[in-house]
């Protein structure tokens, strides 16, 4: 059978990092088993879901390349299906409305916190027939008492609760939404999901899903409860670790590859390979080589993967992704060749390339006061020279500008400083014979004798 996994975020705000992993991990595992990825958008929460945070999410995503193969499915336009779920379990007495109200339960839940007790809905209306007419109700689920709720966790193995610890769930609140653990398994049972693979903070939620699933006789999916993600404090991850939402790190310059990456490594390892293209890893992610600890946010580490990610992308894919305005006589894809050697991310490269984007560059004067005259001695006959040539490659650049330093007793600072800086006006630019081959000879004329 093919492997069907869900991603179901719950539009509530930007999406964070681990939520971003569970995705990644989702749709890896659909690309190794040639299975599909279904994208469900968990808007029941009506309070906290906006449709501004459900834009976000599904943009970070496709700017991921993070595909998927249905949906996305709302569940707020699927409200009819779980309440026909419900009526079933209404009428097979699996299920009961509950006529408390939130007073009640409020005075219910105080008492038992003076007591020092667990609260636990004291299922008053579970038996009653007695039901009052225009009064709200919610629905809950008839939990079965001394029952063994098991089930395998592929990291955590045979995972026991027992009946008994839970209460009547609320499966509809009183506004015929569903709550989230109703709707949830509801889905999975009607989108036939083979794995759910979840953050490890919704294992509490599993037992009660189980009870649902087995209440309607349905197959239970396989279920991977994947660890956190905590900052290097080991505490909960937050903006104060770095962790930034997609889109600032997509505005810090990061390439989508550099973040499946990088949350993929996160958690996930294969042998002791740390960079990896999407291709390699959907051929070789597997659940199995998941680690259960949590894993632990480092944005030095995350900004290494970029710069590596940066050198292997290739030159026409970051010539669109930096759109950037060359100048002519640029030769472009030399000069994202070089730059991309010098960056750790989009916006350096940006940075290093400035000197292809303008023909006049701005040198701050204390560096042009730094030119003396007998650089420009230097400059002046090196430039004559140089123009005299016809260079075929870089190789004969070189030996040239090696040449021309022997003949006139010169050390490489003597030339190569000055130069560098009146034709690119940075310190963070490529070489020396780069630069000669970036700018065409009539490029290089300008800026030099601007100087003289
Ligand atoms: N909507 C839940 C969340 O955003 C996901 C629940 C699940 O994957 O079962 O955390």
New binding site residues.
């Given amino acids: 059978m093919n492997t069907r996994v869900?991603?179901?975020?719950?539009p509530?705000g930007s999406l964070h990092l681990g939520?971003v992993r569970?995705a990644i991990f989702n749709y890896l595992f659909s690309k190794q088993t040639n299975g599909s990825l279904i994208l469900?958008i968990?808007d029941t929460d009506k309070g906290r879901s906006t449709s501004h945070s459900q834009e976000e999410i599904l943009s970070s995503l496709k700017w991921l390349g993070i595909q998927w193969n249905e949906g996305p499915y709302l569940q707020s336009e699927r409200i009819e299906i779980y309440q026909n779920y419900a009526n079933i379990l209404l009428s097979e007495g699996k299920a009961y409305k509950c006529f408390s109200s939130q007073e009640e339960i409020n005075r219910i839940k105080e008492q038992a916190k003076k007591e020092k007790k667990i609260y636990k809905y004291p299922r008053i209306w579970r038996d009653r027939k007695d039901h009052p007419q225009n009064k709200d109700f919610v629905i809950r689920f008839k939990t079965p008492d001394n029952k063994i709720i098991d089930f395998k966790d592929t990291l955590r193995g045979k995972i026991e609760i027992e009946s008994n610890n839970l209460d009547d769930f609320i499966i509809i609140k009183s506004d015929g939404f569903p709550t989230?653990n109703f709707a949830?398994a509801i889905d999975?049972i009607e989108m036939k999901i083979t794995n759910?693979?979840?953050?490890e903070?919704?294992l509490s939620?599993t037992p009660k899903?189980i009870l649902i699933y087995n209440s309607l006789n349905a197959k239970i999916p396989d279920f991977t409860h994947v660890s956190m993600i905590l900052g290097k404090d080991k505490t909960k991850l937050s903006k104060r670790h770095g962790a930034e939402s997609i889109d600032n790190f997509k505005s810090m310059g990061f390439l989508p590859v550099s973040i499946i990456n990088y949350l993929a490594r996160l958690g996930w390892s294969f042998g002791d390979q740390e960079i990896f293209s999407l291709n390699e890893m959907e051929a070789n992610f597997s659940l199995d080589n998941l680690n259960k600890s949590p894993a632990i946010f480092d944005l030095e580490k995350f900004t290494w993967v970029n710069s590596n990610q940066i050198k292997k992308a290739d030159t026409n894919y970051l010539k669109e992704l930096i759109n950037f305005k060359f100048i002519e006589g640029i030769d472009i894809d030399l000069a994202i060749l070089s730059a991309k050697e010098k960056s750790k991310d989009l916006i350096q490269l940006k940075e290093v390339l400035s000197f292809c984007e303008t023909k006049e560059l701005n040198i701050d004067d204390k560096s042009i006061e730094s030119i003396n005259d007998c650089d420009k001695k230097i400059l002046e006959k090196f430039l004559n020279s140089f123009m005299d040539y016809n260079f075929k490659n870089m190789d004969e650049i070189e030996d040239f500008f090696k040449n021309f330093l022997l003949n006139n007793n010169l050390k490489m600072k003597n030339l190569a400083f000055p130069l560098r800086l009146i034709l690119t006006g940075s310190k963070n630019s490529p070489g020396i014979y780069q630069i000669l081959k970036i700018l065409s000879k009539e490029l290089i004329s300008y800026r030099v004798k601007r100087f003289l």
């Fill in positions: 869900r991603f179901a975020p719950s509530t939520s569970t469900r968990e989230y949830s999975d759910v693979i979840r953050g903070d919704h939620n899903q």
